[in-house]
């Protein structure tokens, strides 16, 4: 009986083993940023049908998989927003994967096409609290976020100068929720990853500056961020992260990251 309980005891060790972050299997596993889903998703796909390499994705935000990396729970950690000093100290680095726009995002009833960012920024503090005081109809604006630690949210407050200023009618989990929400509401305005714009929602120019491809990647659409991988600086990934992250940033995944909606930094 002894050495079945043994035996028994030994095969979940071995079970543990195999599943768990960094192990000598064919996996890897990422953690982060909801608004890197597709990027990652298309990386993931080819690279898994080329090598046989499962790629695993947990949509946390980046601040969650910061904190998975720091704590060594998974491979590789996305975020879309830059390291802060204290994740650096705390012996963190940031390899920037892409270049993402933050689209201003609102229901396609919406007759408002453009903004300032000046104007993003009083929508988003209440100076301006009215669509009819911007262009639009006589309706009070909905105002549509990200939750605090949310990548997206760090980039749009930076950008727009509204960091802890932001009076939020709803902060929501995941870029997804916001769009669902926005889509929904004729009198809601949102943000979220240019990569991940339905049309279910309209996408507003920012001081007459439409965002795309060719406008994130030239900097003339204002409001965008990088996407970003994270490592520890003195730890090896193990041999099947460590290729996957150099078959990431190579040229040979420009095209990829451009079909998710990105634009390479490579």
Do not use: H
Request: glycine letters at 8%.
């Amino acid at each position: 009986m002894k050495k079945v309980i043994s035996l028994i005891a030994s095969i979940a060790l071995l079970a543990t083993t195999i599943t768990g972050c960094g192990s000598s299997q064919k996996s890897v596993s990422t953690d982060g940023s909801t608004s890197m889903e597709k990027v990652i998703g298309v990386l993931s796909e080819a690279y898994s049908k080329q090598t046989g390499i499962t790629v695993t994705y947990n949509p946390t935000g980046s601040s969650a998989g910061i904190k998975a990396v720091q704590d060594g729970s998974c491979d590789i950690g996305l975020s879309s927003r830059n390291l802060k000093q204290a994740e650096i100290d705390a012996g963190l680095q940031a390899t920037i994967l892409a270049y993402d726009g933050i689209a201003i995002i609102v229901n396609p009833q919406n007759t408002v096409s453009d903004l300032t960012i000046t104007q993003i920024a009083d929508i988003y503090t209440e100076n301006i609290k009215n669509w009819s005081e911007v262009g639009g109809s006589n309706t009070e604006i909905v105002k549509i976020g990200r939750e605090a630690g949310s990548g997206t949210r760090d980039g749009f407050e930076t950008i727009t100068g509204t960091s802890d200023k932001c009076l939020y009618r709803q902060e929501l989990a995941s870029t997804g929720d916001v769009i669902a929400t926005v889509a929904g509401n004729p009198n809601a305005i949102g943000y979220a990853s240019y990569a991940s714009i339905k049309d279910t929602v309209k996408a507003l120019s920012v001081n007459q500056v439409a965002p795309s491809e060719t406008t994130i990647k030239s900097g003339t659409y204002e409001i965008q961020r990088p996407f970003v991988l994270v490592t520890k600086k003195d730890q090896k990934l193990s041999n099947e992260a460590q290729k996957f992250f150099d078959y990431m940033t190579s040229s040979n995944a420009k095209n990829l990251i451009a079909a998710a909606g990105v634009v390479a930094a490579n």
